[in-house]
């Protein structure tokens, strides 16, 4: 395999390097709700649905990249409303910097070839 960026060592060897590429686009297409409404649950959907017949990394990483946002989403709304109880004033910057920072996380170890899993994610598609 002569790829350009050879899979470094740890990771599935067996993972081209396009589909690391399309796998960490699948999972920082998320940071795209930092702009637009409901971004980071449409960035990782339009991803997947693109690539996941084609390439079997892809549709992993854009299912758990799915998945993690959705459960974001979820948290920030209950955060949001728990505002009323002041928690939420805690509790809304908390949840978008974990999303920031794993969704970071796990675009970095999806062009490495590693399939990331998110904690605390809520497995609704599967």
């Not at 067996?14 to 297409?29: K, P, T």
């Amino acid at each position: 395999m002569n790829d350009i960026n050879p899979a470094p060592v740890g990771a599935d060897s067996s993972v081209s390097a396009d589909e690391r590429l399309w796998g960490m686009i699948a999972h920082l297409s998320a940071l795209a709700g930092f702009i637009i409404p409901f971004g980071n649950i449409a960035g990782p959907l339009i991803v997947w649905m693109i690539k996941k017949d084609a390439m079997p990394f892809v549709d992993d990483q854009g299912k758990e990249s799915l998945n993690f946002q959705i459960t974001v989403t979820i948290a920030a709304i209950i955060a949001a409303v728990l505002i009323v109880f002041l928690i939420g004033f805690l509790l809304l910057p908390a949840v978008g910097l974990a999303a920031l920072v794993f969704t970071v996380i796990a675009g970095i170890k999806a062009n490495e070839g590693v399939a990331y899993r998110y904690p605390f994610t809520l497995r609704l598609i599967k």
